[in-house]
Each structure stands twice: as structure tokens, then as C-alpha cells.
């Protein structure tokens, strides 16, 4: 059989160029939510149009193309189609909105459940298989279901889009869609969800009496491409595991299949009840069975444990260490996978996994601190901006400042760390823990001051590094290196919240002319006063709660780090923002910047 690294290694057909950078920009719970936010306001216009169209579309007599008995005109297989085999599922989320209440006709050959969606958060991994047996009973019980009423009133909530995709014995296909949001329809009729379990229980069937107790046979899938599967894995059919980081195209991170057996064990015979108060906010690792259907664990920031559902009910599970070791030494595959279809035209902003140093095969450091002998350092964060560039100068200082400052704990996923780079080319990473023990406060000390001192030499210019598509999503992430405003080059616009709707260029910030940029920094630098809290005496080294207050602008620098302004929950005209002594600072904008910032609103 083939294995799982196979799969995972062999779904990219040529290597992308080596001069890009993999889009590996981990994301941190607190972004995962703030992405989930903007996907249900910014990207309101695929969520809240494509509940509107379900809501007020599905209605008896309404829709172009409709047959005098309620059938839909049947869709031709592409030419050439050879016979009745199962159509492929569409591919936009567009494709599953129809207008028209559906009568389907007996005779199908083959149903396939299809999922629609965006990104990989918002979107489900379907059944690799067609059903192929019940059929005529399924279409009986889809027919006999409740049109939906003229005057019914769906609210505008949204879900991940399904639809059966019928196949007859001529080749021809019938669709009916929905969504279990709002009023649960599926082809213009009440029972999208009757219709959903229906076919997840008659295709679970089908494989008992296909397979028996045995896996259903391996396909080729995209680990990280969708945040969970129509049927869900079971534990013993499990063949690999992967952390998924990242966003908005994830990148799965191996677990070693040395480790997998141990840590299923321990999962096995350790989950427990997940009981109330466990946010699930941080990353999630799916366990993966051969045909691609997995099993999504999310771990909670606040209470260290892992979610999951299992059987219809909550659990939670706390990993012994050889388990959290392997979570957190999980690796990104070396050869391309299917994971991140088109790679970046540009780097993305240095971050665990975007710093190519930061996902070397690297030895633990003991608790000595980092050897001597380093040739350049790297930091590495799942919740923060770090440097584009190494730190090389000055490494004796701050290696020593690595030893004899971090106690045992236990591996967790939003750990940073210092990878130090040797002159034979090993690698050894420091763990900076983000749990509730000793986070090596000296160290980042020590780096900031180094690598600030480093780029203040003659002749030094920032590495220029493209932001996050869609920057404004990142507000919780914070930069390491402090920016003064007179670094800043560039300044976008990312309020959002009277954004109705939007075609993506909000969520990346809109980008302010020069003349306009430079009037809002003036009026910054004039303008702004301390906010009453005083500044840290060094930076930062545990991840920070969930930020208060939307963010209004992202002051950008040509590499990547910025400063976020932000509105003050407490004010309607006052900013906020934090100046490069780690100083919160207050801005209430002048006229001239006052009717910039309006200017640039949704009309």
C-alpha cells in the first residue's frame, strides 16, 4: 500500500522554483480567530450572498431553466464520456447555489456528496467515493421532502455548501444543493441535513459490505486543504498525522511515522470528556486515514489540551511528553506536496516556516544553552514578525546569553525558538516555551539588542519581504523588532467594520497614496501622546491575549515588520498604537487626517 509520506510527497507533479520561499506563515489561535472573524465580515460577500441566494432563490417556481414537473434540465457529461461513471464534483462555491425547487426521476447510477467552500478553514474534504447502491431510495426520500415555503424567512447564517451529484445511465448529471444554515435546504427543499446523514450513513454502509472491517482504499488528498471531512477517520484505520499551520493555504507538518504509533496509543487510552470551558483556539493536526478522511484535533492556548470529537461527543486529551516531543518536532515534508498548489510569487513575512533556517532538521540544545561556534541564528515564532535576516555578528554575546535561563516544559505548539547554524551545516534549535515556565526573557533580550545594533551598521538595508495576502487578518500578530514611524514605507488601510461586503483587496488593507501616507505619519508623530500604561522593560516573550480594538491601519517597513493602529474600544475618534520603545501611544487625528481615513470607508 502506499505509504502516507508517499502520498503526502507525491501529489505535486514538478518542484516549484527554488527561488521562492514556501508559504509556511504559521498562524497563532488568536489569528485562527480573527481569520474566522473576517471570513464571516469581510468575505461577507461569499457568505452572506450565498445564504441570501439559498434563502430567497429555493422557492417553488422560481429559477430559469425549470421543467414543467420541477425537473431540471439534465447536464451532459463533458464529450467523449465513455458511459455512467460518477461525475466530478464542481469546484467553486458559486456552483453550488441553484435557484430552482428540484424533483429528481429515478434511475441514478451513482451519487457523489460534494462539499463547496474557500479556504482551507472553511471548507470540508467529501467522500472520495460515489454511492453506488440505495439509490432509487434516495432520490424517494429526497422528492418526499418539504418544498420550501414562499414566505419562509431564512436568517443569513452560513455553512460549508453540499449538494449530491446524481449520474444517470445516459451520461447525464443532476445537481441539488443547500447548505444546513439557515433554512437547511438541499435542490430548493427543507431536509438538507436528513439528506447529508442519509448519505453518510448509506456510503458507511456500502464500505461494510465492500471492505468489511478493513480501511477503504487509499486516495490521493491534500493534507491541511479543508478543516475537516464529510465522514470523519476512525483511530484504528489511522496512517498519518500532520500539524496544520498556516493561513489562508496551510502547510502540513509531519508527524514522524516513528512516533505515530506511540502517540495514538496515548491518545487511545488518555482522551476524557472535554467538560465545559476549553476554547479550542490554537492549531489543529489531523489524523489521517489512507483514503484522505481525517480525524481534526484543536488545541486550546488556555488549557493546554487537545479537542476533538469523537463518536458524537466532546473529548479532550493532555499528551504525555513523548507525545507533545513529536507534535512539536513535526517537520514539513522536503519534496513538494498538493498542500500549497502555487507557490508564492515572493516571500512571505519570516515566521516559523517561512524562515527556510526554521524548518532545518535540527538537535535540541541542552540546557547549557546553544554551543559556541554559531555562524549565524535565526528566530523562529508561530505568533509574532520576527527578522527576515539572521543575526552573524556579535554571536558569542548572545549565545552565552542562552544558558541557564529556561526550566523543563513540556513541547506546545506555539513555542519559539533560536535555530543556530553551524560552519558544518547542523543546526541546533533552542526552545523558547510559551507554557507557564521560564521563556528565556535574557535571550530576546539580548537578540533585539544585537540584531538592532547590527542593522544600525554602515551599508545595512532591510531584506524587502511581501506581507500576508491578507494582512489584515494577522492583527493579534505583533513584530519582535521594534519600528519607529520614520522606518515606516508604506501605510494600508484595514478597518473593516463597515465592510458589508468584499472582494478580497480589503482583507489584504488598502494601500494609501504617498501624499496621504505621509500626512497620517506626520500627524502620528505630532499628535500622539503616552496613553497612561507604562512600556515594558524588555520585549515581550509569551503570546499575547486577544488584542482589543480593531485595527485601522498597518504602518508597514520594507521588510515585513509593522506597527498596528488600532481604534480604542473606549473612544469613537481616539487611536491607538505602540512606538518602537514598546511605549502605548494615543491619536486622536487632526482634520486633515480625519477626513482621510473617512475618505476611505465603504460607500
Excluded at 488568536?30 to 471570513?39: E, K, L, S
Excluded at 546569553?401 to 543556530?420: K, R, Y
Aim: with cysteine; charged share 15%.
Amino acid at each position: 500500500m502506499t505509504s502516507f509520506r508517499d502520498r503526502l510527497h507525491g501529489l505535486t507533479p514538478r518542484p516549484p522554483s527554488t527561488d521562492d520561499w514556501a508559504a509556511r506563515a504559521a498562524t497563532t489561535g488568536r489569528a485562527r480567530r480573527r481569520t474566522r472573524n473576517v471570513a464571516a465580515s469581510a468575505a461577507a460577500a461569499a457568505v452572506v450572498a450565498l445564504a441570501a441566494v439559498l434563502a430567497t432563490q429555493y422557492l417553488p417556481g422560481i429559477g430559469d431553466g425549470q421543467n414543467a414537473d420541477g425537473r431540471i434540465p439534465a447536464t451532459p457529461l463533458p464529450a467523449g464520456s465513455t458511459g455512467p461513471v460518477a461525475a466530478p464534483c464542481p469546484r467553486e462555491a458559486s456552483d453550488y447555489v441553484d435557484g430552482t425547487t428540484i424533483t429528481l426521476p429515478l434511475g441514478a447510477v451513482s451519487l457523489r456528496w460534494c462539499t463547496g467552500g474557500g479556504d482551507a478553514m472553511l471548507s470540508e474534504y467529501p467522500p472520495p467515493e460515489p454511492l453506488t447502491r440505495g439509490l432509487d431510495a434516495w432520490v424517494t426520500a429526497f422528492n418526499a421532502l418539504p418544498k420550501l415555503p414562499r414566505d419562509a424567512a431564512c436568517t443569513a447564517d452560513w455553512s460549508i455548501p453540499g449538494a449530491a451529484l446524481l449520474t444517470y445511465a445516459d451520461g447525464t448529471t443532476r445537481m441539488v444543493a443547500g447548505m444546513r444554515a439557515g433554512c437547511g435546504t438541499i435542490g430548493g427543499r427543507g431536509g438538507f441535513e436528513a439528506m447529508r446523514t442519509r448519505t453518510i450513513d448509506a456510503l458507511t454502509a456500502q464500505r461494510t459490505s465492500m471492505f468489511g472491517n478493513q480501511a477503504p482504499p487509499a486516495e490521493s488528498s491534500q493534507p491541511c486543504a479543508a478543516h475537516g471531512s464529510t465522514i470523519p477517520a476512525r483511530l484504528e484505520w489511522i496512517t498519518g498525522a500532520v500539524v496544520c499551520e498556516g493561513y489562508p493555504t496551510p502547510t502540513a507538518k509531519e508527524v514522524a511515522s516513528s512516533s505515530l504509533p506511540a502517540l495514538l496509543a496515548d491518545l487511545r487510552h488518555h482522551h476524557r470528556s472535554a467538560g465545559d470551558g476549553i476554547i479550542a483556539d490554537g492549531p489543529t493536526m489531523q489524523l489521517l486515514q489512507a483514503n484522505g478522511e481525517m480525524l481534526v484535533l484543536t488545541f486550546s492556548l488556555s488549557s493546554g489540551v487537545w479537542t476533538f470529537s469523537l463518536d458524537g461527543a466532546q473529548r479532550s486529551w493532555s499528551p504525555d511528553e513523548a507525545s507533545r516531543v513529536a507534535i512539536a518536532q513535526a517537520s514539513t515534508p522536503t519534496t513538494p506536496s498538493a498542500i500549497t498548489p502555487v507557490p508564492p510569487a515572493s516571500p512571505t513575512i519570516p515566521s516559523e516556516g517561512t524562515v527556510p533556517a526554521c524548518s532545518l532538521p535540527a538537535s535540541l540544545a541542552p540546557a547549557s544553552g546553544l554551543p559556541s561556534g554559531a555562524t549565524k541564528v535565526w528566530f523562529c515564532s508561530n505568533w509574532r514578525f520576527g527578522p527576515a535576516e539572521p543575526l552573524d555578528t556579535h554571536l558569542d554575546e548572545f549565545l552565552a546569553s542562552t544558558g541557564g535561563g529556561i526550566e523543563p516544559c513540556l513541547a506546545n505548539p506555539q513555542d519559539e525558538s533560536f535555530v543556530a547554524v553551524y560552519p558544518d551545516g547542523t543546526a541546533v534549535k533552542l526552545r523558547m516555551p510559551a507554557g507557564a515556565c521560564h521563556p528565556q526573557p535574557r535571550a530576546v533580550t539580548t537578540f533585539v539588542r544585537l540584531m538592532t545594533e547590527q542593522r544600525s551598521a554602515p551599508g545595512w538595508t532591510p531584506t524587502v519581504v511581501a506581507p500576508p495576502q491578507k494582512l489584515c487578518a494577522w492583527d493579534s500578530w505583533q513584530t519582535l523588532m521594534p519600528v519607529r514611524l520614520q522606518d515606516v514605507t508604506q501605510v494600508r488601510f484595514c478597518d473593516l467594520s463597515k465592510v458589508t461586503q468584499d472582494d478580497g483587496s480589503r482583507v489584504a488593507g488598502l494601500v494609501l497614496k504617498p501624499t496621504d501616507a505621509q500626512t497620517l505619519l506626520d500627524d502620528l508623530a505630532t499628535h500622539s501622546s503616552p496613553s497612561g500604561s507604562t512600556a515594558p522593560s524588555a520585549p515581550q516573550t509569551t503570546a499575547p491575549g486577544v488584542n482589543t480594538g480593531r485595527v485601522v491601519l498597518a504602518l508597514l517597513r520594507t521588510n515585513g515588520e509593522l506597527i498596528w493602529v488600532r481604534a480604542m474600544p473606549s473612544s469613537t475618534t481616539a487611536l491607538t498604537w505602540t512606538d518602537s520603545a514598546g511605549q502605548p501611544m494615543q491619536w486622536t487625528p487632526d482634520a486633515a487626517s480625519a477626513a482621510i481615513l473617512e475618505a476611505l470607508q465603504p460607500r
